[in-house]
């Protein structure tokens, strides 16, 4: 399996624009999970989806966030507008509950790094 | 606020000694904790995991710590290796519910 997949691996954007961040979970797994890494906070969960529904997304910043999973392989993070604090590491990571061996193990994708300027 | 926190941003060793990593808690529902290792550019990897109704976890050269009256975690890399050099966060959830993770720690290991 090629593991969670994020796309773009960078992206830079002046304030104001429209940025959508996409992830491919791995096939199967039945949990998705977006989390903003910084340096003062670590990696924040910001929302996460069980079977493509939104569970919790108490960990979103504010309405200029939102969150999408159409179907079982496909989420975007969406952020509109775009500010500079909005600046960090993107990182998606899916699971499969209750795996043996691995119960609660979650992958990461590589993340994306979003500069907006 | 911080749920989990990792104290010490950085940490440095010497090859082959000793590598101990620390991480406190405040909430008492946490029942499953984990360590995940993160090398630049590229997502955090699952390292080793610990449920509380256990307060050690061996798995090689790791073993992972956990002192629940002081709500505390811990985990040794013995003998450390430079290849272990990469942040470490820990993590902890309360009923299969989300995670919670720390600010990580950098560790260098010294050949």
């Known amino acids: 399996d090629a593991g969670v997949i994020q796309s773009p691996r960078h992206e830079v954007t002046e304030m104001g624009q429209e940025v959508t961040l996409r992830c491919k979970p791995i096939s199967g797994h039945d949990y998705l999970f977006w989390y903003r890494q910084t340096m003062m906070r670590g990696l924040e969960l910001l929302i996460y989806f069980n079977n493509n529904v939104p569970i919790d997304d108490s960990g979103m910043p504010e309405d200029r966030f939102s969150a999408k999973m159409p179907n079982a392989s496909f989420s975007t993070l969406k952020i509109q507008p775009s500010e500079p604090r909005d600046s960090a590491v993107y990182f998606c990571?899916?699971?499969?509950?209750?795996?043996?061996?691995?119960?609660?193990?979650?992958?990461f994708g590589p993340g994306t790094r979003l500069t907006v300027t | 606020d911080q749920q989990v926190k990792q104290n010490s941003p950085s940490l440095s060793v010497q090859e082959g000694r000793i590598s101990i990593l620390n991480c406190d808690y405040t909430?008492?529902?946490?029942?499953?904790f984990l360590w995940y290792k993160k090398y630049p550019a590229e997502g955090p990897t699952f390292l080793i995991s610990?449920?509380?109704?256990?307060d050690k976890n061996e798995d090689g050269r790791f073993t992972v710590f956990l002192n629940k009256s002081a709500k505390h975690l811990s985990l040794h890399i013995v003998p450390s290796q430079p290849g272990d050099s990469a942040v470490y966060f820990c993590a902890a959830s309360a009923l299969g519910n989300q995670f919670y993770f720390g600010t990580g720690t950098s560790l260098t290991v010294i050949p």
């Open positions: 610990i449920s509380s109704i256990k």
């Open positions: 909430n008492s529902m946490f029942d499953y």
């Open positions: 990571a899916s699971s499969l509950y209750g795996t043996s061996g691995g119960a609660y193990e979650q992958y």
